[in-house]
């Protein structure tokens, strides 16, 4: 009780770390703005910059418990400011509508889908008889047949005839909205084709952008000629960022036994390649006694180790998780540069303030939430390991590091992926304990050691050994995922949910005394507000593509596609029903393209398909729901509630939950930048 007693106490003490702080405070002013129903108003960005000045004016000229308050508001109002301004900066057309045509652009990144299928992301784009003003900035096409004789390569010219759209909605009010996505990507359309794909002109020799791009797709394919398989297409996307050659059957394996952090380069990679150039340069120096006796040795082998992972952000492609993942790296070794302690909570602090004021989007994902919390708990266990390791016998010390250090990171990061991916693997300690040694003592040395030995064509046993190395990995999560029980699914949380439980863990961190006693409430309410949350009774997709009514077996759904909303119900339910299972569910009945279900004692009606216009008249009677995925006529009448797809393309997907209350996409997601329809 004495640090209820003496809340000021507790914040003058709390001056000390008021860096540690200043992540938190910015986060909260980013997450405000994304919170927030509308833009920023003028009136508001105008509140938030005099709050801004009139806050460093208390900090500068106050003392005791004012200054960290004062700081902290700094902090929210910047945080708020800079996404604001993120936003803003990032803005490019958005496709006003539905387009099938030739499509022209220069390739600019190749990847995967979830269904297995290359896909371009182009920009330079050329859409005929669309105006340059409203063209999309970039435009991702897959590829469903038309790319078999494409050789994709960054900075080719490209022409095909291709199906684009704008970007999707939530697929339900509250979910992960791919628009917003989007639109800090300036990805402007998404679509397919199942035509040819035409090379119109080769990639530019002196267009410098994109050097780094067609060098990583070289070394890729180079990588993947060497070492055959689905070993090399993650040996390469270790190496290189590209993960166009991985199967989504080897992703699904992965992801089972919590292994998928192996494939996306991040700070695992980057701290196993700048640790292995560091003790590598350190220790080859050690052997030689007058360097070691008149040269610095430790800063010598730090900025070895910097340049390296300067090197590897470049040929990688610099995506958001690998430049986070430099950013940690460049700040830890510049305190050893600077003499100071490279693993402590400032420096990840420090990391964090850059990348939320260069990227403020990047809150909101997995791959920030997942890295900075598993960080910051290895960090934890650090300081108290050395007296426990005391009483381990020294043979089982390594193992027992990784052991623990395994098991507070996925614990750390377990409830982040549930609430993001559905599911949670139970088996992610065992298969981390026998892959990432190998990734470490293996596979990273391996590749490095290839990297340095290409220019003079000899990388060819280093690459052996890596393919070795990462066939091992793969075998590993095979058989993890081949368990029974690996995994098991979890319904997605409130929005509040996560937010509330990284405030309360911050706290935990942060907070000394009696404020403690505030995180573990707030812990405890967020845990029970995901597990009693109820999931939407009724749910109707944009357009009225599909509907799906909550029953005692689960969803059931009108019908089985479209796929992606369908998929996104159930695993937002918990469910691990395909979409045709829950299709064959009871509760819907009827021939295809008018399926019937019970709502509330009243009739519940789903027209599709051509037919649908004609059939709305008998259907719309008195007391049903009728939900069509055409256009009503403008002057129809009906004495049903009626959702069509001109009022469901205004109001994006709908929820209701058991009382028959609605909730929308547009009404929660308000007047964004990302949902204003393009002009």
């Not at 057309?93 to 979830?114: K, T």
């Not at 701290?271 to 360097?291: T, Y």
């Not at 340049?307 to 700040?331: E, F, K, N, P």
């Not at 404020?515 to 009724?538: D, N």
Request: hydrophobic share 55%.
């Amino acid at each position: 009780m004495a640090g209820l007693s003496d809340p000021l106490g507790a914040v003058a003490r709390a001056q000390l770390d008021w860096m540690l702080w200043a992540p938190l405070a910015l986060g909260l002013g980013i997450g405000g703005y994304f919170t927030l129903p509308d833009e920023p108003t003028a009136g508001l960005r105008v509140l938030a910059g005099a709050v801004t000045l009139a806050a460093a004016l208390v900090w500068a000229r106050g003392a005791g418990p004012v200054r960290l308050p004062a700081a902290l508001l700094i902090f929210v109002a910047c945080g708020l400011l800079a996404a604001d301004l993120r936003a803003r900066t990032v803005a490019a057309p958005v496709l006003a509508h539905r387009y099938y045509g030739p499509v022209e652009g220069r390739i600019l990144r190749i990847d995967r889908s979830a269904r297995d299928v290359l896909r371009l992301t182009l920009d330079q784009v050329r859409l005929p008889g669309t105006p340059p003003a409203r063209t999309p900035a970039k435009v991702r096409i897959a590829l469903h047949g038309g790319g078999d004789a494409l050789a994709p390569e960054p900075g080719l010219v490209v022409m095909t005839t291709a199906h684009l759209s704008p970007p999707n909605g939530p697929v339900e009010p509250g979910a992960w909205d791919f628009r917003r996505t989007a639109w800090f990507e300036r990805l402007g359309a998404v679509g397919y084709t199942r035509a040819p794909v035409v090379v119109i002109a080769p990639p530019d020799p002196d267009d410098r952008a994109l050097a780094a791009h067609r060098l990583r797709m070289q070394l890729s394919a180079a990588m993947q000629a060497r070492i055959p398989g689905q070993a090399g297409a993650v040996s390469a996307a270790l190496m290189t960022g590209d993960r166009s050659g991985i199967e989504e059957a080897t992703n699904e394996e992965m992801r089972a036994a919590n292994l998928y952090h192996i494939v996306s380069i991040s700070g695992l990679h980057m701290g196993m390649l700048a640790g292995f150039v560091f003790a590598a340069i350190r220790h080859g120096f050690a052997l030689i006694g007058w360097v070691a006796l008149w040269w610095n040795t430790k800063k010598i082998a730090a900025i070895a180790a910097l340049l390296a992972s300067t090197a590897y952000l470049w040929i990688s492609g610099a995506d958001i998780a690998t430049q986070r993942a430099w950013i940690m790296t460049s700040v830890m070794l510049s305190a050893v540069l600077l003499d100071r302690r490279a693993l402590s909570l400032n420096t990840v602090a420090l990391a964090a303030l850059v990348l939320l004021a260069l990227w403020p989007e990047a809150l909101l994902g997995p791959g920030f939430q997942m890295s900075f919390a598993a960080t910051v708990a290895l960090i934890l266990i650090a300081k108290p390991w050395p007296a426990w390791q005391k009483h381990i016998p020294v043979p089982l010390r390594p193992l027992a590091m990784l052991i623990l250090t395994s098991l507070v990171a996925g614990v750390v990061t377990a409830p982040i992926a549930a609430a993001h991916f559905g599911r949670m693997s139970h088996y992610g300690l065992l298969a981390n304990l026998l892959a990432v040694p190998m990734m470490g003592v293996v596979v990273m040395p391996a590749g490095v050691i290839a990297a340095c030995l290409a220019p003079f064509g000899l990388a060819g046993p280093a690459l052996w050994v890596m393919g070795k190395g990462t066939g091992w990995v793969l075998a590993v999560a095979a058989w993890v995922a081949g368990l029974d029980g690996a995994q098991s699914v979890l319904p997605a949380p409130p929005g509040w949910v996560l937010p509330t439980m990284a405030l309360a863990a911050a706290v935990a961190v942060l907070a000394r005394g009696g404020l403690r006693a505030c995180a573990v409430i707030m812990l405890a309410l967020s845990v029970a507000g995901w597990a009693l949350a109820p999931r939407p009774a009724l749910l109707i997709a944009p357009e009225g593509a599909l509907v799906g009514l909550m029953t005692p077996s689960g969803r059931a759904l009108s019908k089985a596609a479209p796929v992606y909303t369908a998929e996104g119900w159930l695993v937002a339910d918990g469910d691990t029903a395909t979409p045709e299972e829950a299709a064959e569910r009871p509760g819907f009945v009827g021939p295809r393209g008018r399926r019937q279900a019970e709502w509330q004692g009243h009739a519940l009606v789903h027209l599709t398909g051509k037919g649908a216009p004609a059939a709305l008249p008998e259907a719309c009677r008195a007391s049903a729901l009728v939900v069509i995925d055409k256009p009503a006529p403008v002057d129809f009448t009906g004495a049903c509630t009626l959702y069509d797809s001109r009022s469901l393309a205004r109001s994006g997907a709908l929820a209701f939950d058991v009382a028959g209350r609605m909730r929308s996409v547009t009404t929660e997601a308000g007047n964004r930048l990302w949902t204003r329809p393009p002009q």
